[in-house]
């Protein structure tokens, strides 16, 4: 089973160039996970179902901003918008603007047989770190703590835009970037305790060392250097860490700022 996660920065361009159409066409993922849509369902210009896949969209409040989509070749079981009811009055998702992230659609969970799929579009910090708070006292442990009662279940593979840097080997110039957005000692911990509850992340059981990068600044010709940063992630239950056969990054999928990722699940 080939599970693809791609922040694709608004499904409406990548449809319109035929980028999504020759990557689906080329890759054939099983289940295909989106982030930063931009759009609402039927806005994007390509019939999914005609690629035999069902959609499941999660739609930001504020027109064109945010949101997130899987397509899936094989029915959920269930699929869920956002939190649970419990943890959504745990925590807090207003930041200190008035924005409130729960209306931003930025996760979707989709139940199947062996485990739960979990896309999530984390919130950016922003370049004044005005988001910070939000993401390190609120929103990190609330999604934690969703794939943690997810897990309760059955096994989870999460995966998406986690907007996070989670070591000096994930992104090429650690030192100037230190305590920037996405680089922060509060967004580097929230991650760390994904590992710390067990969540794999899958691309480190393949691959070592720098050089592994998922998003390229538009300035200085930085993609073509691979001056990026690894802020894409696929992350599994310790459950099924024997099942992952493969972990790749594709930085030859062009029509984003970001690339997709994926995992090969053994059936």
Not at 35 to 51: F, P, V, Y
């Amino acid at each position: 089973m080939k599970i693809y996660s791609w922040n694709v920065n608004g499904i409406r361009s990548v449809t319109k160039k035929g980028t999504l159409q020759s990557f689906i066409k080329t890759h054939r993922p099983d289940i295909l996970c989106l982030q930063e849509t931009k759009a609402e369902r039927g806005q994007a210009d390509i019939d999914l179902n005609g690629h035999g896949y069902q959609e499941y969209w999660n739609s930001a409040v504020k027109k064109g901003y945010s949101g997130t989509a899987v397509f899936t070749r094989s029915e959920p079981l269930s699929v869920m918008n956002g939190f649970s009811a419990d943890i959504a009055h745990q925590y807090k998702f207003t930041d200190r603007e008035g924005r409130d992230s729960l209306e931003e659609g930025r996760v979707i969970s989709a139940e199947y047989s062996r485990f739960y799929i979990v896309t999530v579009y984390t919130p950016n910090a922003k370049d004044d770190l005005s988001r910070l708070d939000l993401r390190h006292k609120h929103w990190d442990p609330a999604f934690l703590a969703h794939c943690k009662q997810l897990e309760k279940k059955k096994p989870v593979v999460f995966c998406g835009d986690l907007n996070v840097a989670h070591t000096e080997l994930d992104l090429a110039n650690p030192g100037p970037n230190r305590g920037k957005k996405g680089f922060t000692d509060e967004e580097r911990e929230g991650f760390q305790h994904f590992i710390d509850a067990g969540f794999v992340d899958t691309l480190r059981l393949f691959k070592d060392g720098k050089g592994h990068y998922t998003w390229w600044s538009h300035f200085a010709n930085s993609r073509a250097r691979n001056v990026g940063w690894r802020i894409d992630y696929v992350l599994v239950s310790q459950a099924l860490r024997k099942a992952v056969k493969a972990a790749e990054i594709h930085a030859d999928i062009m029509g984003s700022d970001h690339c997709p990722v994926s995992i090969t699940l053994d059936d």
